[in-house]
Structure formats: C-alpha cells, structure tokens
C-alpha cells in the first residue's frame, strides 16, 4: 500500500542515476541487445520480458495470470514477473541489477516523486516507440496522460487513476448524532470538535507529503513544480492544518507510536482523515467490521485534490525497448484491468472507470473528483522537497518552533529557487 512505503534516500536516488548513466556510457551493448532482440523476433524465437513491481500477493497473482495469457497478443514475446517486498527493497536492489545487467524491462509505479526520475533520465520516452510498436494510446484519456507527459514526451503507460479520499468512521459519525458529511474543512473541525473524546481524536493529520499536498490542493495550491511552494494558496492551507492541531481537533500518527493514518484509523483512535483507495484492501485485513465513508477532499476554498496515477515505465536500459512496451501496453488489456478492480483499483480506461464505481460503491461519492484532481507537482528534487515539508511542520507541530505557515513555506521557497 503507498502509505507504508518507506522513503528513499537521497543517496540511493544518486546512486542508481549514476549507475544507469554508467550504463548509457555502454549503449552499444544495450543497443545490440535490442537489435539481437528484435532478430530473435524475425526468426520466431520468444523475446522474454521482465517486468518489476511492488504490491501484494493479491497483484502478484493477476500478473502471473496476464503473463501466461501474452501469447494470445503477442506470442514473440514471454513475460516473467518479479515482486518487490516494499518500494524500499525495491530502490534499494535496483542500482545493483542495473549494474549486473538483470534490472527489470519495465516497472509498474505511482505518479508521486516519478518526476524526479524521469528529470533523472532513468525512463525511457515512449512516443517514437508508441508509433512503432503501433500500441493504442487514444484508450487512455486525456488526464491520464497528461500525468505521465513531460516537456512534451511521453513516459508512462496508464494504469490507474484515483483521486484522494477523506475517510470517515461511520460509527463514530451516527454515535456523535452528525448528519451530512462535511463539504468543507470547516464543517471538518465543527464535526471533530463532537468527534473528540478521551480516547478517540477527531481528525488524523499524518505530517506526509501526501496529505499536507491534499489540504494545499483543496485551497486552490500547489507546487508548482518548486515555483509556488510560498504561495498565498500554500500558507492558507498550512495555516488551516496548524490551527487544527493548535485547537486540539488534530492528531499525528507518530504522536501515538503509529507510523501512518490507516493504523490510527483502524484502531479506532481517529475518526477521519485524508487517505485513498489502499484504506480498502487494508481495513478488510486490519479491521474488517469497521463501517466507513469515503468522500471527496473537503474544500477549502477551492475543489482540490491529488490524484494517484499508476502507470508502466520502460527503462533506460531496457534490453528490448520495444518489447517491454508492448508487455507493458498488454497488462492494461480489460481482463487484467477488470481483475484489479476487484481489488480497488480505478482502471485508466474511461469504459471500465464506470464500472469501477458499480463493483466499489463505498467510492461512488468520489467519482466527481476525478474531474478535478491533479497531479503532485513536486521539485525536481523531490525527496529534498518532501523532507524538508514534513521536518518543518514537525517541527512547528511536534517540536513548538513557532515558526508561522508563511515563514515556513518562505524557508522552503528559498531552498528551490
């Protein structure tokens, strides 16, 4: 699940930026590999891919089944799946295969920090192989793929799209004797003020990039990029995030021992928080009997949220470029897609999307925010960025440096000018 992935160094980024640059230095291998690939292909021989993913044994299972079915589309190709434990262990091992020259062909990953990788050069663009390879990209709308357009090229191969959430514990909500779901954050704190008890805490905050991204969204902000990181927009939604926690409404996972939102929530000490479709799979594990709401992110003064986008990448040094994008293309296919939806995921295909919304109603009242969502806008140094957000608000919430949103955000600003 996203929330509980753990972050990746800094060093281990420049690490695996230096190694695929190592790697570029030799193209004429990686070249020759794709040209002994695309031979293969003339004679008739399989060209075998390798695809990298991290997920649950749930996703693991529909892979190896769409694995087994890509000779029914392409039969030169044989697609091997490899799991990761966790986005950590997978960063963490990647710079290594790439060295050995056994790294994945393709990856499956989220829209939240690819920024900085594609700025890294670590993807492959895709339009030159999209017009050879003759894949049909017009599937796909627009938003998805305009999430994965940088400058202009294109990096990665939809496969699913979901704007943020706000989940609420339904029980708690009737027991407070609430009506109408909140619409805006202050509707939000009216209800935690009737939420709060000795034990349980009206809304959950997790000091995340992530969730401080949804309340800067839902007041019209963003970062642009690192151009707007002290914007009006920005203060606004750090000032309603602080004032929270300064009225006693708030509390942050790692104030309880907890290391994100979904443990708090489904333990019952906090009855709502920011979070997104992985609450799901993980409360049908973690509590199943818990009731709860999903609904849009409430505005603050504008209609905002992030949308998470996961999408198939290709490489750099993809051995056969051509292959692993049509391998990658394959696992969008309806089956594959209609398979994940039973686990949660909003397929990137607007035909499947409407029945996403029928097989998961408990998101219905989310639907309308696909129309708005957009993507994170992080720094091209994305890990410094996040970072250095979470160690500031910590610091003001956790640590009572007194810093105000505006100084904060202006300290931020100055590091990404």
Request: aromatic residues 10%.
């Amino acid at each position: 699940m996203r929330k509980m992935k753990k972050k990746i160094s800094a060093t281990l980024i420049l690490c695996l930026a230096l190694l695929v640059g190592l790697t570029a230095c030799g193209g004429g291998k990686a070249d020759n590999a794709a040209d002994q690939g695309k031979g293969n292909e003339a004679a008739g021989e399989k060209v075998t891919v390798n695809m990298g993913f991290w997920g649950t044994a749930q996703d693991l299972k529909v892979y190896q089944d769409a694995a087994a079915r890509i000779s029914e589309e392409y039969p030169d190709i044989e697609l091997k799946i490899k799991q990761y434990p966790s986005s950590e262990q997978f960063w963490n091992t990647l710079p290594g295969e790439i060295a050995a020259g056994v790294a994945p062909d393709f990856i499956k990953i989220s829209n939240e920090g690819a920024f900085e990788y594609i700025n890294k050069g670590l993807f492959t663009p895709l339009d030159e192989l999209i017009s050879s390879t003759q894949v049909d990209m017009t599937r796909f709308p627009e938003a998805s793929m305009k999430i994965w357009n940088v400058d202009g090229k294109q990096y990665g191969v939809p496969n699913s799209d979901m704007p943020a959430m706000f989940l609420i514990n339904e029980t708690m909500w009737k027991d407070a004797g609430l009506g109408d779901y909140p619409k805006t954050w202050d509707e939000v704190k009216a209800a935690a003020k009737k939420l709060n008890t000795d034990k349980v805490h009206g809304i959950i905050i997790n000091i995340d990039a992530f969730h401080i991204t949804n309340y800067v969204k839902s007041f019209g902000g963003g970062w642009g990029n690192g151009k707007t990181i002290n914007s009006p927009e920005n203060v606004k939604a750090l000032e309603a995030i602080i004032g929270m926690y300064n009225d006693g409404l708030a509390v942050t996972p790692k104030a309880l021992g907890f290391g994100w939102d979904g443990e708090v929530f489904s333990n019952e000490l906090g009855a709502m928080s920011t979070g997104g479709y992985w609450y799901k799979g993980f409360l049908k594990d973690a509590n199943p009997d818990l009731k709860y709401a999903a609904i849009p992110v409430p505005k603050g003064t504008a209609n905002g949220s992030t949308m998470s986008s996961d999408a198939y990448v290709v490489l750099k040094d993809a051995k056969n470029k051509e292959a692993a994008l049509k391998a990658a293309y394959f696992m969008t296919n309806d089956k594959t897609q209609t398979e994940f939806m039973e686990l949660g995921y909003n397929p990137a295909v607007p035909e499947l999307s409407k029945q996403y919304f029928e097989k998961n109603p408990e998101f219905k009242p989310v639907q309308p925010a696909l129309e708005y969502s957009t993507d994170y806008g992080y720094p091209t140094d994305t890990k410094r960025f996040t970072d250095e957000l979470v160690k500031q608000l910590e610091e003001r919430i956790l640590g009572g440096s007194g810093k105000s949103a505006q100084q904060i955000l202006d300290d931020i600003q100055k590091q990404f000018q």
